[in-house]
């Protein structure tokens, strides 16, 4: 969601400590789970919120020591890493674009595996909301991907 | 034939309970929606070529050690109740600590320990602060296994169970004092370690899943290091007040 490592770090230094703060709140019914992953996604953009005031620019995969976004690397032949760079390229540049709500929903639905109705509790909003927000970041990931890694319709 | 939206492809290819029902039989037939189908699942899954980076080996120990820097010290301690509850129910404990017997507790407290219910008090912070590092322990060689291969757990489970047995005290004198978070906490720990302790001694990789599964959904590392970072700090607290006091 900070599309940086470094960020991340800070943000889940700072969502224990929010949840530190906030242990007594807990209600005990609700999933332990959801519940950090909801200080964590607000942490997070809080974050992005802050580096877009100061006109902060996400460093994208390509930085200085890699570590952002990284392909596995099973060995692929020189058109398939060439690909992958492309893809990867596009990802990082699409995810930028997408708005922090959509990017949000995306990483809870597809990288970490959520339901809709569990991503509507992290992000605090209505399950429709939710829904549309992942059909949004996909919507978009596609129009910059297809054309390269499915340009035959 | 009706065809697909795009949500309704993306509903089937997350598996959303909302996702139309008889999805796989309409692909089958819909030549059209399939080729829609295999093209959107072919952005996805180049999508998730976006592998996050796995975290430092000594990203927890660095991360808690900036964390626990960083805890507000929260005078009175983890627990609200008044000391006196605190001083009433360490006496009870040390009485039991003493007769090395963790069996019902007795109903009177013992004079001697009531005659200085601070050392008391401190006394089953301790108790409570080693019993949550032993807990911890054993949570920590399950939680960080290797997923992939099977797990020999036999001796976590000889440890878990004397942890259970241990509980019982602890959670007893906790609910004496009116501190139901530790209560809680111990109760949650001990659903935990009877799981230990009743899953096979050699977990399948499966079962280990599923067992770190339930550390996972519990949070219960977090809350552990929670309540282990406030007893110690209360305990620096302690022994700085009654240093100060012996100088003056």
Not at chain 1, 30 to 37: E, L, P, V
Not at chain 2, 10 to 26: C, K, M, Q, R, V
Not at chain 2, 178 to 183: E, I, P, Y
Request: hydrophobic share 45%.
């Amino acid at each position: 969601m900070t599309g940086n490592a470094e960020d991340a770090e800070d943000v889940v230094q700072e969502s224990f400590l929010r949840a530190y703060r906030q242990l007594a709140r807990f209600d005990e019914r609700a999933s332990f789970g959801t519940w950090m992953y909801r200080i964590a996604a607000n942490c997070s953009l809080d974050l992005v919120r802050v580096r877009k005031r100061r006109n902060y620019v996400p460093v994208a995969e390509d930085d200085a020591d890699g570590r952002v976004l990284e392909l596995p690397s099973p060995a692929p032949s020189p058109e398939r890493a060439a690909l992958s760079g492309e893809v990867r390229q596009r990802l990082a540049a699409a995810m930028n674009e997408l708005s922090e709500t959509e990017r949000a929903a995306f990483v809870l639905r597809h990288f970490e595996g959520l339901r809709v109705e569990e991503i509507s509790q992290v992000l605090e909003c209505q399950p429709g909301a939710a829904k549309h927000s992942v059909f949004r970041a996909v919507q978009k990931l596609r129009r910059a991907l297809e054309p390269i890694v499915s340009p035959v319709r | 034939m009706n065809h697909w939206n795009e949500e309704q492809l993306i509903l089937y290819y997350y598996g959303e309970d909302d996702a139309a029902p008889d999805a796989a039989a309409h692909l089958q037939d819909c030549g059209e929606c399939r080729q829609a189908y295999r093209s959107l699942e072919r952005v996805l899954e180049a999508a998730g070529q976006l592998a996050v980076p796995e975290p430092a080996e000594d990203f927890d120990e660095r991360l808690w050690a900036r964390i626990e820097s960083r805890l507000p010290a929260r005078r009175g301690g983890f627990t609200m109740a008044p000391v006196w509850q605190w001083a009433a129910a360490a006496a009870v404990l040390l009485a039991a600590l003493v007769a090395g017997r963790f069996g019902p507790l007795p109903k009177p407290a013992r004079p001697t320990a009531a005659a200085d219910p601070q050392a008391a008090e401190r006394v089953l912070r301790l108790a409570v602060s080693d019993y949550l590092d032993r807990s911890q322990m054993v949570l920590t060689e399950v939680a960080n296994a290797n997923p992939h291969q099977p797990l020999d757990i036999s001796f976590e489970q000889e440890r878990a169970e004397d942890l259970v047995a241990e509980s019982r005290l602890y959670r007893q004198t906790a609910l004496r004092t009116g501190d139901t978070a530790v209560a809680g906490l111990l109760d949650d720990l001990d659903r935990v370690m009877l799981e230990i302790a009743h899953a096979p001694a050699r977990l399948t990789p499966a079962e280990l899943e599923s067992l770190r599964g339930t550390l996972d959904s519990e949070g219960i590392l977090f809350k552990i290091r929670v309540l282990g970072a406030d007893v110690r700090a209360e305990q620096a607290a302690a022994a700085q007040s009654s240093g100060a006091e012996r100088k003056s």
